[in-house]
T-cell receptor, first 113, second 110 residues
Framework: DGGITQSPKYLFRKEGQNVTLSCEQN?????MYWYRQDPGQGLRLIYY???????QKGDIAEGYSVSREKKESFPLTVTSAQKNPTAFYLC????????????FGPGTRLTVT | GESVGLHLPTLSVQEGDNSIINCAYS??????FIWYKQESGKGPQFIID?????DKRQGQRVTVLLNKTVKHLSLQIAATQPGDSAVYFC?????????FGKGTMLLVSP
């Protein structure tokens, strides 16, 4: 069963704690992306990586960090510096140079109280 | 990005009708335009794309139209079914990323 997996589906944290969201793909894609979605809004790009050991900030990177040590994995850490962390987080991947054809995971809904 | 609150534009249709969902894009240099479908609580799913050198592309029950003069994109769904109920997003390519629109909710009643 190929695709992108995100875990867990629901995540609850107390304010002030860092939390790491998992994203794994077995599509052999070079590029991976993290988006944030708030109710009634479109997707906003947090970070993306076009190759292992390299990543770039998206439109709303403040308060987030990522790593890309393996091709298959692109974990996102939501730090305590993120002012409004409660959201639906989506991970995607694509072939190199094909950002127009991104495949999305099922998402993780993070709630911080 | 700017906040538009909790309410998405909504299109309500009857089963069997044709649906047209519209999108205005911002970057005249974008090379690809894509439509995604997102069901509640799930990740977006690719529907169809169109390259900037085309003005129409057809898939199974879906057609995308591109009007570069007015920077407008539309998605036509033929014979809409209850399973088509979802939020539909248009997206345009930047240098190596996608920029998504706000989305339109399609509600199909039987």
């Amino acid at each position: 069963d190929g695709g992108i997996t995100q875990s867990p589906k629901y995540l609850f944290r107390k304010e002030g704690q860092n939390v790491t969201l998992s994203c794994e793909q077995n599509l052999n894609h070079d590029a991976m992306y993290w988006y944030r979605q708030d109710p009634g809004q479109g997707l906003r790009l947090i970070y993306y990586s076009q190759i292992v050991n390299d990543f770039q900030k998206g439109d709303i990177a403040e308060g987030y960090s990522v790593s890309r040590e393996k091709k298959e994995s692109f974990p996102l850490t939501v730090t305590s510096a993120q002012k409004n962390p409660t959201a639906f987080y989506l991970c995607a991947s694509s072939s190199a140079g094909a950002s127009y054809e991104q495949y999305f995971g099922p998402g993780t809904r993070l709630t911080v109280t | 990005g700017e906040s538009v609150g909790l309410h998405l534009p909504t299109l309500s249709v009857q089963e069997g009708d044709n649906s047209i969902i519209n999108c205005a894009y911002s970057n005249s240099a974008s090379d690809y335009f894509i439509w995604y479908k997102q069901e509640s609580g799930k990740g977006p799913q690719f529907i169809i794309d169109i390259r900037s050198n085309m003005d129409k592309r057809q898939g199974q029950r879906v057609t995308v139209l591109l009007n570069k003069t007015v920077k407008h994109l539309s998605l036509q769904i033929a014979a809409t079914q209850p399973g088509d109920s979802a939020v539909y997003f248009c997206a345009e390519t930047g240098y190596s990323t996608l920029t998504f629109g706000k989305g339109t909710m399609l509600l199909v009643s039987p």
